[in-house]
């Protein structure tokens, strides 16, 4: 499985980015998927979470209201649209898959992809 995550850019605190995860694999629907980001001189941090059937959907405390992950498994592509972006959202974004049909967000990731910017301009 590899992953590619698109969409990384600089924007100003307020406004919105929508980052994009393909998946080279044959089935996406076989796997959760979730974003995390770190942040220079940070460690990586979850940020959201899709179970594999798009019924299930988890966020970290700091972005919930503001971002929302979504998927499209004929496309082999999820989402994480970013609304209201602050300065503190900065961060590279990763995407991972985990291969499970767990619904309860509890994941063990086993595939990443490289990361894509974000910059957030106060």
């Known amino acids: 499985v590899q992953l590619q995550a698109y969409g990384g850019g600089v924007v100003e605190a307020g406004g919105s980015l929508r980052l994009s995860c393909v998946a080279s694999?044959?089935?996406?629907?076989?796997?959760?998927m979730g974003w995390f980001r770190q942040a220079p001189g940070k460690e990586r941090l979850f940020v959201a979470s899709v179970s594999w059937s798009g019924g299930s959907t988890y966020y970290a405390d700091s972005v919930k209201g503001r971002f929302t992950i979504s998927r499209d498994d004929a496309k082999k592509t999820v989402y994480l649209q970013m609304d209201t972006l602050k300065p503190e959202d900065t961060a590279v974004y990763y995407c991972a898959a985990d291969l499970t049909y767990a619904e309860d967000g509890i994941y063990d990731y086993d595939y990443w992809g490289q990361g894509t910017e974000v910059t957030v301009s106060s």
């Open positions: 694999v044959r089935f996406l629907s076989r796997y959760a």
